[in-house]
């Protein structure tokens, strides 16, 4: 067993974490006016970490799992938003197409999404299916050469900005789930809108979006994989996107840490720096402990896929802890800076406000226990 990254992953989060730096001076701007970080994305194109899992023969880094979740947890320690519009592209929308794509489609769609030409959207949620995601009411009927697409999707990543979107939705009420299907959709096809932006809590320089079809024509060429495939490739899908989320978690947990550490050497009460008030102390044991339990958590699932084993249970584990450590911590990084941690340009109240998504989308905390659950008692 190894602890050691290998030389080669210590580059790529070296690589990751000098362009997190970059990310700092604006992200205070971004999150407050949720400014989508157009040039960033681009430069993590350039960077190769918009297709970190994709071969190089479709455009893409040809990265495993490890290095991928080692350059996700750099990015969110400064700037959850721009790791989410990274993570929601690789994980849901490059690996599906990677792994479940026809040779046609991976060149036409995969190739500019893995070099960060285009970006990706992944539409499984709507109004009334967020965890209980196989009532689908969208549609996609079936029409011979193609599918008639209609319905509102809700809540979706990377939903304003995206050139490709990956539509899940129901072609055969009476199959139930295996009715279900997902197409690709292009921006600017027929009777497909997007709705206003979505004014959050935290991730704000995200876009989050409605998308919604009305008689939209997708040719039957667009489908992935099987017909009524829809919905096994999200769950499959969600399993590498779960360690993805719950990297962003623990990059969150840990840059709240790294400030509330380096605050607590630096403030001085009753004479002396607050690091050795022992209540204080407590705190940062305790995220010590946890951030490094959620962090080994996250590295075995990303381990288990590289090595080509189950990891939904281990996904499903890491990010259900990953998520609660995040929230639970930047909450006492908030606590540690006093009434510092309360404005804005001390970034932990961001951190904590950006921590809370993390519980909810890809499955809520609840749907990871249930999810863990269903593995242990089978
Ligand atoms: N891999 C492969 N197949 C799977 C699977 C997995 N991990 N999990 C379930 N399935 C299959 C089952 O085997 C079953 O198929 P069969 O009947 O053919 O065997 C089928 O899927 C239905 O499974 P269940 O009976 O378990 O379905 P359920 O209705 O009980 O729901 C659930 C299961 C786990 C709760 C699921 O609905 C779920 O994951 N809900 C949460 C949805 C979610 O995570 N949404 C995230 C949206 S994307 C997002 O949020 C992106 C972002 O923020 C950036
Ligand atoms: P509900 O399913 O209505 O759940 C409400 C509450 O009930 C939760 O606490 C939940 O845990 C609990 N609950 C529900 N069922 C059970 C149960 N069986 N047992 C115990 N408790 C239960 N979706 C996408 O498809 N693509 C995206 O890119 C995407 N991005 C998102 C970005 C943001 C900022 C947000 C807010 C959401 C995003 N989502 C996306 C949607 C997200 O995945 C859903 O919000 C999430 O799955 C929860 O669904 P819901 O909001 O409908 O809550």
Same mark, same amino acid.
């Given at each position: 067993m190894h602890f050691e990254l290998s030389e080669e992953h210590r580059m790529i989060r070296e690589a990751a974490r000098e362009f997190a730096q970059e990310l700092k001076p604006g992200v205070i701007e971004r999150d407050e006016l949720a400014k989508f970080p157009f040039d960033f994305v681009k430069k993590m194109g350039e960077l190769g970490?918009?297709?970190?899992?994709?071969p190089e023969e479709y455009g893409?880094?040809?990265?495993d799992a490890l290095a991928y979740v080692l350059v996700l947890e750099e990015i969110a320690k400064i700037d959850a938003s721009t790791a989410v519009i990274m993570s929601a592209h690789n994980s849901l929308v490059c690996y599906g197409l990677n792994a479940f794509g026809t040779e046609e489609q991976k060149q036409k769609y995969l190739k500019p999404l893995a070099s960060g030409e285009k970006l990706g959207a992944f539409a499984l949620s709507e109004p009334e299916a967020g965890?209980?995601?196989? #009532?689908? %009411?969208?549609t996609a009927i079936d029409m011979g050469d193609y599918y008639l697409l209609n319905g509102t999707k809700n809540w979706i990543t990377n939903g304003g900005n995206s050139d490709i979107y990956l539509i899940i939705a129901q072609t055969d009420v009476e199959k139930g789930h295996r009715g279900i299907n997902v197409l690709i959709v292009e921006k600017g096809m027929d009777g497909f809108t997007i709705g206003p932006k979505e004014n959050k809590l935290g991730i704000r320089s995200s876009d989050t979006h409605s998308l919604m079809f009305s008689d939209t024509k997708v040719p039957k060429?667009?489908?992935?994989?099987?017909?009524?495939f829809g919905f096994k490739f999200a769950m499959k899908t969600l399993d590498g996107g779960r360690i993805g989320i719950a990297a962003q978690a623990l990059g969150i947990a840990a840059g709240a840490y790294d400030l509330a550490l380096a605050y607590s050497k630096e403030r001085k009460t009753f004479g002396k720096?607050? #690091?050795? %008030?022992q209540a204080i102390q407590f705190k940062l044991a305790d995220m010590e402990v946890e951030i490094e339990a959620a962090r080994l958590l996250t590295y075995k699932a990303a381990w288990k896929k590289d090595q080509g084993l189950p990891y939904g249970k281990e996904a499903a584990m890491a990010k259900l802890h990953a998520s609660e450590v995040a929230m639970k911590h930047t909450v006492e990084a908030v606590q540690i800076h006093g009434?510092?941690?309360?404005?804005?340009?001390?970034?932990v109240e961001r951190l904590m406000r950006d921590a809370k998504i993390t519980q909810i989308y890809e499955g809520t905390s609840e749907i990871q226990r249930l999810v863990i659950a269903r593995e242990i008692l089978r």
């Amino acid at each position: 067993m190894h602890f050691e990254l290998s030389e080669e992953h210590r580059m790529i989060r070296e690589a990751a974490r000098e362009f997190a730096q970059e990310l700092k001076p604006g992200v205070i701007e971004r999150d407050e006016l949720a400014k989508f970080p157009f040039d960033f994305v681009k430069k993590m194109g350039e960077l190769g970490f918009m297709g970190m899992m994709v071969p190089e023969e479709y455009g893409g880094a040809g990265m495993d799992a490890l290095a991928y979740v080692l350059v996700l947890e750099e990015i969110a320690k400064i700037d959850a938003s721009t790791a989410v519009i990274m993570s929601a592209h690789n994980s849901l929308v490059c690996y599906g197409l990677n792994a479940f794509g026809t040779e046609e489609q991976k060149q036409k769609y995969l190739k500019p999404l893995a070099s960060g030409e285009k970006l990706g959207a992944f539409a499984l949620s709507e109004p009334e299916a967020g965890s209980d995601a196989t #009532s689908q %009411h969208t549609t996609a009927i079936d029409m011979g050469d193609y599918y008639l697409l209609n319905g509102t999707k809700n809540w979706i990543t990377n939903g304003g900005n995206s050139d490709i979107y990956l539509i899940i939705a129901q072609t055969d009420v009476e199959k139930g789930h295996r009715g279900i299907n997902v197409l690709i959709v292009e921006k600017g096809m027929d009777g497909f809108t997007i709705g206003p932006k979505e004014n959050k809590l935290g991730i704000r320089s995200s876009d989050t979006h409605s998308l919604m079809f009305s008689d939209t024509k997708v040719p039957k060429a667009n489908r992935i994989g099987e017909e009524g495939f829809g919905f096994k490739f999200a769950m499959k899908t969600l399993d590498g996107g779960r360690i993805g989320i719950a990297a962003q978690a623990l990059g969150i947990a840990a840059g709240a840490y790294d400030l509330a550490l380096a605050y607590s050497k630096e403030r001085k009460t009753f004479g002396k720096p607050i #690091s050795e %008030h022992q209540a204080i102390q407590f705190k940062l044991a305790d995220m010590e402990v946890e951030i490094e339990a959620a962090r080994l958590l996250t590295y075995k699932a990303a381990w288990k896929k590289d090595q080509g084993l189950p990891y939904g249970k281990e996904a499903a584990m890491a990010k259900l802890h990953a998520s609660e450590v995040a929230m639970k911590h930047t909450v006492e990084a908030v606590q540690i800076h006093g009434g510092y941690g309360y404005v804005k340009e001390y970034h932990v109240e961001r951190l904590m406000r950006d921590a809370k998504i993390t519980q909810i989308y890809e499955g809520t905390s609840e749907i990871q226990r249930l999810v863990i659950a269903r593995e242990i008692l089978r």
